[in-house]
């Protein structure tokens, strides 16, 4: 059973940068392609970023696309979300998530999710 948790989050000026890690325990996360997800107050959850298995490819909503990188880590079990030029409306909890599958997505068809780290931009 694939387990996930996500870490780096915190409180950052506009403009700042964070760095989110999502590791992967249980399973071999190469099998997985890997979703990044946010929710902010009285909000649905949003996807922002994917990157598949395999080749790596990724993909950018465009809330995010130039702002945000996404990686991974294979041999250390490790996904990243690097996140520049932050915005108060990045304000939310981000959420990794995995699904056994080559492809990856921003829509909500994973299996697995991690619980969660609260990024809130503000001065």
């Known amino acids: 059973q694939l387990q996930l948790v996500e870490s780096g989050g915190g409180l950052v000026q506009p403009g700042g940068s964070l760095r989110l890690s999502c590791a992967a325990s249980?399973?071999?996360?190469?099998?997985?392609?890997i979703g990044w997800f946010r929710q902010a107050p009285g909000k649905g959850r949003e996807g922002v970023s994917c990157?598949?298995?395999?080749?790596?490819?990724?993909f950018y909503e465009d809330s995010v696309k130039g702002r945000f990188t996404v990686s991974r880590d294979n041999g250390e079990g490790t996904v990243y979300l690097q996140m520049s030029s932050l915005k108060p409306e990045d304000t939310a909890v981000y959420y990794c998530?995995?699904?056994?599958?080559?492809?990856?997505?921003?829509?909500?068809?994973?299996?697995?999710w991690g619980q969660g780290t609260q990024v809130t931009v503000s001065f």
């Open positions: 998530a995995a699904v056994s599958s080559y492809h990856c997505s921003t829509l909500p068809v994973y299996s697995y």
């Open positions: 990157i598949s298995s395999g080749d790596s490819t990724t």
């Open positions: 249980g399973s071999t996360l190469a099998y997985y392609a």
